[in-house]
């Protein structure tokens, strides 16, 4: 698993208070990026039928969970639930660049590159790949066991 910098969590945490200000901004910014791919869009679509719910938690989780990064052994029940939710809708580990990839650009739109620096977004992208190899690793062994 891909571990997390003591500089990059250090970054993090200055960061997340302006970052997740602009939480819906952000989500919004990284939806429309994430849906220009149509078979992305796709799995979301149905989840959100079936959910009755919109899927913007996912990124707001994301932001909310990068913040928590040096504490992510209190996640426990929380990536059951999201290891639940994304064997249901099909996630796999091919998935999590598309969100990487709309999601740290996401940030820069909306906060600028003054605040989203290089160093700021890679210590971002440190946190997201971390979170990525925890539920990877939990949904292989979710999709093992189905099969
Ligand atoms: C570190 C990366 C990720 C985190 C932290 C994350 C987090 C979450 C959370 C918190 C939920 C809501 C679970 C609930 O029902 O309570 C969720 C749902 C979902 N996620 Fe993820 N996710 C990540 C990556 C991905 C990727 C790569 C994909 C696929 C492109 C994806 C697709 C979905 C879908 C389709 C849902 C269901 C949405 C709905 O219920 O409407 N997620 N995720």
Do not use: C
Request: hydrophobic residues 50%; proline residues 3%; glycine residues 4%.
């Amino acid at each position: 698993m891909r571990t997390v910098s003591p500089e990059a969590i250090a970054i993090v945490k200055a960061t997340a208070p302006v970052i997740e200000k602009q939480g819906l901004a952000i989500t919004t910014a990284m939806y429309a990026r994430l849906f220009e791919n149509a078979e992305i869009a796709k799995m979301f679509d149905q989840a959100a039928q079936q959910s009755g719910e919109q899927p913007r938690r996912l990124a707001a989780a994301i932001l909310a969970y990068a913040r928590n990064i040096d504490k992510l052994e209190n996640l426990g029940a929380a990536v059951e639930r999201m290891v639940h939710r994304h064997v249901e809708t099909g996630v796999k580990s091919e998935h999590y660049p598309y969100v990487a990839d709309a999601l740290l650009p996401a940030i820069r739109d909306v906060v600028g590159a003054d605040v989203a620096t290089d160093a700021v977004l890679a210590a971002w992208g440190e946190a997201y790949w971390m979170l990525a190899d925890i539920l990877i690793a939990a949904e292989a062994r979710a999709y093992a066991q189905a099969a």
